[in-house]
Every structure is written in C-alpha cells, then in structure tokens.
C-alpha cells in the first residue's frame, strides 16, 4: 500500500451529505488524522485538475454529485466504483409563460421545447441530456413522445467547465442554470422548457411561470430519475484498493450527516442553501418539508435499479459510448464496514 499525503474531492452544487460534511469540518478532521491533506477538485486553478469534476480522472479522488458525469466517465473506462448513493427528490417540471395556453402536459403536443446545448463541449452535455430526460418524463405522463413535440436546441459556447470566481459570473460561485432557456422563451423561439431544483423553482417564480407537468416526487422511481435523482458518492478503484480503510472512514463520516441533519433541520436546509447560492426557502420549497430527511447514505436495490434504468437511457440518446454492468460497479464493501462499526 502506497503512503498518501493528499487526497482530492469534489461536490456538486445541491443537497448531499458530503457538502455537508465539508461544511462542518468533518471530512478535513477525519482525513487529518490519517495526515492526508483534502484538495478541492473545483477550487483548482488548473483546467485539467477541474475536468476531473466531470471525467474522476484524478487518482485518490472522491465525489458526490449529479450523476450524468460518473456515468459517463465509467462508461469511457475510468474505473471507478459507487460505494453510496443519496436519495434527495427534487422539483422537476416543465414551465411555460401564460401567454403560450399552455396549462397541462397534453397541451405540449406540437409545442416547441427548449433543449439547451454545447456542441462544442468536449465532456458531457450534461445539462442536455437533464433536459431531455426530464421532457421525456414529462410527455411520458401523458402517452407521448419526443416526436410528438418539436425540439428546440439552444447552443452556447460557453464551456461547462469554469474557474470558481469566473468574473464572467459578477462576483458570483458559478454561472446559474436556465438562461439560455429563458432568453429563448423571452424572444418567443420556444414555447416550454425544463426546469429542476431549488434554482428552477426560484425561476419559475420569477417570471410567474405556468408549471405544466411536475413530477419530482412522481411515486415511478422511473419518472423521477434524473442527474439529480439519485446522487451517488464515487472513488476511484486505486484509492479503494490501496486504502480500503480510509474509504470506510469516509463512507461513516458522510454517513453520519443523516441524523445530524434530522437533529437539526434548520442549519442543514442553511447549508445546502449555502452549497447553491439559493435562499432557504427555495430548498424548503424545491425539496419539501422533509428534505433534512433525505440525506442518507445508502445502496437500496431501487436506488441501483433507477441508475440502471438512467444508464439506459443516456445509452440510447447516444451520450454514453459504451455498456456496463450498473450492478458492478457498486461496492458495498466500505458502507457495510462503517455500518459494522456504528453499530459496534
């Protein structure tokens, strides 16, 4: 086994029990007693350490986060193993102006849907293939397709990938979600887009926006998933393999986070809001009244069936380029360790 001196990580911005963990200090106080420094991933000042938020190309690395990218980056290669998932519903819905006459999913037959796009992108669209599944879900809902309603792609030039403190984001952690969309809905291009989340709510209010179909709590875990909906926690397999103990210090660290977080629902809705960039009532909103109550860390068969099913789909809309087995790469080992030892 390899000596470690540093480690890296990387979080996306929404609710999970490891930005938590961050937030209090927990997973730098559990590394540090091991004497291996934590680095962050998207705090990095060199591009190439940065695109590993989205390829998990850098050994000894951890992630928690939307899901579209681990997919993806597994998909290519990288080895890399799921050792928790988080289950936190969201808001998903798609939005129109008013004026459209547009109330109901039905109505969106022979609409115009916003779908935005990098086609210069050299990792994954993600922010594509989150819209195109949540209008596939959507006109699902009322027996329809995607060919019963015409897409809209709405590109940019602007990568996914941007240093935090960008001056382009006016002082600002990062760019926000939808603008494309909305200047498109604004000019009358589209007629409906996709919205999820705390910072889809929030838009949605904003411009006083008709929600024609939501199904972010959908009881059809098939419905419901998306790169948000479930949020795994993943390692590469070196970082497994050498320091198996050390991923089961993690996997209880950021497990411990659910009872904290139901202990005090307050300060945990603050610090995903934090994570964000939204108020709290957005989170309260966008994730329901029980949202400090879903940031456990777990790997139920449904959790594991949902990232098959999604898989699929990113297969079949040509954003992954190759099949694998969702049930083998998941490791159980690190989460059934900690758990041994909680109990203990």
């Given at each position: 086994m390899s000596s470690l001196s540093s480690i890296w990580y990387t979080r996306c911005p929404a609710p999970t029990p490891l930005s938590i963990a961050h937030q209090l200090g927990w997973i730098d106080r559990q590394f540090e007693s091991s004497g291996v420094v934590v680095r962050s991933i998207r705090d990095s000042k060199d591009p190439v350490v940065r695109q590993?938020?989205?390829?998990?190309?850098?050994?000894?690395?951890?992630?928690?986060?939307?899901?579209?990218?681990?997919?993806?980056a597994h998909s290519r290669g990288r080895e890399t193993r799921i050792v928790g998932i988080t289950t936190t519903d969201e808001f998903q819905a798609i939005i129109a102006l008013p004026s459209s006459g547009i109330t109901t999913g039905s109505d969106l037959k022979g609409r115009r849907l916003g779908v935005p796009r990098k086609p210069d992108e050299k990792i994954v669209?993600?922010?594509?293939?989150?819209?195109?599944?949540?209008?596939?879900?959507?006109?699902?809902?009322?027996?329809?397709?995607?060919?019963?309603?015409e897409l809209v792609y709405l590109d940019s030039a602007e990568a996914n990938l941007i240093e935090r403190g960008n001056a382009a984001f006016l002082g600002l952690k990062r760019r926000y979600?939808?603008?494309?969309?909305?200047?498109?809905?604004?000019?009358?291009?589209?007629?409906?887009?996709?919205?999820?989340?705390?910072?889809g709510i929030v838009l949605a209010n904003q411009i006083g926006a008709v929600v024609?179909?939501?199904?972010?709590?959908?009881?059809?875990?098939?419905?419901?998933?998306?790169?948000?909906?479930?949020?795994?926690?993943?390692?590469?397999?070196?970082?497994?393999?050498?320091?198996?103990?050390?991923?089961t210090d993690l996997v209880q660290t950021i497990g411990e986070v659910a009872a904290w977080a139901e202990a005090n629902p307050g300060d945990a809705v603050r610090f995903i809001a934090n994570e964000i960039g939204v108020g709290e009532d957005a989170v309260w909103a966008a994730n329901g009244?029980?949202?400090?109550?879903?940031?456990?860390?777990?790997?139920?068969?449904?959790?594991?069936?949902?990232f098959d099913h999604f898989k699929n789909f990113l297969l079949e809309?040509?954003?992954?380029?190759?099949?694998?087995?969702?049930?083998?790469?998941?490791d159980s080992r690190p989460l059934e360790a900690a758990n041994r030892r909680a109990a203990a």
């Open positions: 590993s938020h989205f390829t998990h190309a850098l050994d000894y690395s951890f992630r928690q986060g939307g899901n579209i990218p681990p997919i993806w669209d993600f922010q594509r293939a989150t819209a195109l599944k949540g209008i596939v879900s959507a006109l699902s809902l009322e027996g329809l397709i995607h060919t019963d309603v979600p939808y603008g494309d969309e909305l200047l498109a809905l604004a000019r009358g291009d589209i007629d409906a887009f996709f919205v999820k989340g705390a910072e024609v179909s939501e199904f972010g709590f959908h009881p059809d875990a098939k419905v419901r998933i998306n790169n948000g909906t479930p949020r795994p926690l993943t390692v590469d397999d070196r970082f497994l393999d050498e320091h198996f103990d050390l991923i009244p029980d949202a400090h109550k879903h940031l456990t860390l777990s790997l139920d068969a449904d959790q594991i069936a949902a809309w040509g954003f992954i380029p190759a099949d694998f087995n969702v049930s083998a790469w998941i």
